[in-house]
């Protein structure tokens, strides 16, 4: 670690719970390198994680295999024209990438994020990898990212992408002196907003998709078992892609509301031994009640103390949200509290056990 | 020495059917088979072989030398077979068990069209006698004892049921032909080594379940092992399995008999399980916490709803209290115990499955 940089740090969640916001506080602090949306895109939303962290030393090739190439899922949606809103990268003219090239995972959003020339910028990280000797993969990425920090003048890197309390115990054991924010919304908001949300619409279809086939739909053509497919599942196919279909459904909230309990109880359990040094869990509603207090702590929290940021500034970015479950009608809010439930007793659970 | 002529002989029921008409007779054998992009007569040995294999059997011992494929396609007029053909009895295996609206056109197609252009060309080739595989459950929704009679296709619940009556109905009105109606439950696999070679029936139902734990897993990880599923089936109704080596030793010893035309129900009766005992099994199999069992009418939870859609097409098996009736098939079949073959435990042929399914299923991407 260079003299005076800080242990990185991942900003985790279930995705839809606040954690863009963040994203875009942290990029106004000058001692922060703010990484957004690196590991939602290098896993193509959740369909390549176990490729995003391969086992024994990767070399510079498969680092950028990672990081360099583009991937199946974003490059559908991008084709489709339904790419998700935080994806940054705009193809168009004097541009590198386009919609026949598909968008490299490093060059959808963080890099955009970071400069006004993400391909230049491109050609830097690219640089940077070619020189890596092989490395476990954790390594390869903390050298990566550390260079980018230094690059920037900031002491410390924040990696923050949507979902990804699904990986972190693969950031835990790949980045061994990592911190953790852990932003919670409550499941019932969250769960609306990712109804409505492109990324986890395909996610959560794929999720489904790729358990009826047996394989990944969007890696390969092998469609054995296209027959057991519900029809509502084949305008998810690559081949048979409906974008107008795509862009009318609704991913089923009891189904969002499953899936966000889900991801609490299985990333509370991964959290669970961290020490309070290394865990602060943010609630999305404090932030929305009492910005300037919540994120004071956050900072407190990433850099031990709250200077060099003018945190009203940061605060009056903050909105409360449209989407409300309360506004459901009334069975629907049951049905989704029901399905939320699991989430909602591990977060009480858990915090009983924190305090 | 008679010439036989089967339509889907590559299929499950199919092939069994070409591997008994082998041992009982030292007939000559056709298989009309669709080419797939290659060889129609390599694709039919190396299917026969394959069932073969899976029935225990050394398929170098198989005297394939009486077995020759045609190239052909029941969708197309007259099978879109060219030039002479003779045979003496048609045996019209050849079906579509898709169910999904989607393939509504598909299973009309091969079902009913398949059977007039398969009749057609059975007329060209000179056959006397017709004996097609349909299923017991053309009875749909009938509940009580289901005869071996002709149904119309009120009770039919899917386009499946619906294309397998109207497929009964041409084979029926067939002028001038001796047709029989073979009407098999849900066949499983080989009563002695549990191979099958197509997967259907309790088949296609474990694997929607297999498929539905892993969906489950990817939303909420060990939520299948510790929730108890709502199915809304008659769980103590039977539930009627045979296994496809006494389907094809039925159905052969009826079509060399001179049993007249009309229905017979190839169907296992005694000894079969009870529909709530059978998808317990399943579920204990894959993991599932043991399911519990709702009314027909009782409303279902969204992720209940989810499974209870899937298994729709299973409505006809395991919704409703329903006997089938044998009385012309013991006729015709004598007293011939040989002939009926025991049911392997449901357990044992759901795990045969789940272990083949899951060796296919290794290189799935990982949940987390």
Known sequence: MSPGSLPPAFVVGTGRCGSTLLTRILSMHPDILSLSELMIFATDLGGRIAETFPEGDVDAAGLWQILGRPHPRQTLMLRQDVMMAEALYRPGPGRRFDRNSGIPAIAATTLPALTDDPDTLFDHVAAIVKELPPAPIGAQYTALFDRLRDDAGARMWVERSGGTLRIVRRLREHFRDARFVHIVRDGRDTALSMSRHYGFRLALAAAQITEILGVDPYESTDRRWEGDLPDSLIPYLPERFDAEAFRRDETPLPLCGHYWAGELCAGLEELRDLSPERLLTLRYEDLLEDPRAVLERFFRFLLGHANGIDLDRCAALIHRPQSDWRKLPGPVAAELSRACRPGFDALAAFAGEVR | ?368
């Open chain 2, 1 to 368: 020495m008679a010439i036989h002529l089967v339509t889907g002989a590559t299929g499950f029921v199919g092939g069994a059917l070409v591997l008994e008409l082998l041992d009982r007779t030292n007939d000559e054998i056709i298989g009309l088979t669709r080419p797939a992009g290659g060889d129609a007569n390599a694709r039919l040995m190396a299917s026969l072989r394959t069932a073969a294999e899976a029935y225990g059997r050394a398929p170098e011992d198989l005297p394939l030398h009486r077995v020759r494929a045609v190239a052909g396609d029941v969708t197309l007029p007259e099978c879109g077979v060219d030039g002479a053909l003779r045979a003496h009895v048609l045996w019209h295996a050849a079906a579509s068990l898709r169910y999904e609206d989607r393939y509504a056109d598909e299973i009309r197609s091969t079902n009913v069209d398949g059977t007039r252009q398969a009749l057609a060309l059975a007329r060209r080739a000179g056959v006397e006698v017709v004996n097609q595989i349909s299923t017991a459950y053309v009875s749909g929704s009938r509940q009580g004892r289901i005869h071996e009679e002709h149904y119309d296709d009120a009770g039919a619940q899917n386009h499946y049921e619906r294309s397998k009556v109207a497929a009964e109905d041409l084979v029926r009105n067939a002028s001038g032909m001796l047709a029989r109606i073979l009407r098999p439950s849900i066949v499983v696999g080989h009563s002695r080594t549990l191979g099958a070679t197509t997967f259907t029936g309790l088949y296609g139902f474990t694997r929607q379940f297999l498929q539905y734990r892993g969906v489950l897993e990817r939303v909420q990880a060990g939520m299948y092992a510790t929730r108890r599923m709502r199915l809304r089936v008659s769980a103590d109704a039977p539930i009627d399995f045979i296994a496809v080596d006494a389907v094809a030793a039925q159905a052969v010893a009826i079509g060399l008999s001179d049993a007249p035309s009309g229905v017979y129900h190839l169907t296992q009766g005694e000894g079969c399980p009870a529909v709530g005992d059978s998808i317990r099994i399943v579920a204990k199999e894959l993991g599932f916490a043991e399911p519990e069992f709702a009314a027909p009418d009782e409303p279902l939870d969204w992720l209940d709803e989810q499974l209870d859609k899937r298994l729709d097409f299973y409505g006809s098996y395991v919704r409703g209290h329903r006997i089938f009736d044998r009385s012309r098939a013991e006729s015709a079949l004598g007293n011939r115990p040989e002939l009926r073959r025991p049911l392997p435990p449901v357990g044992e042929l759901a795990a045969w499955y789940i272990r083949r399914l899951e060796d296919e299923r290794r290189q799935m991407p990982v949940v987390r």
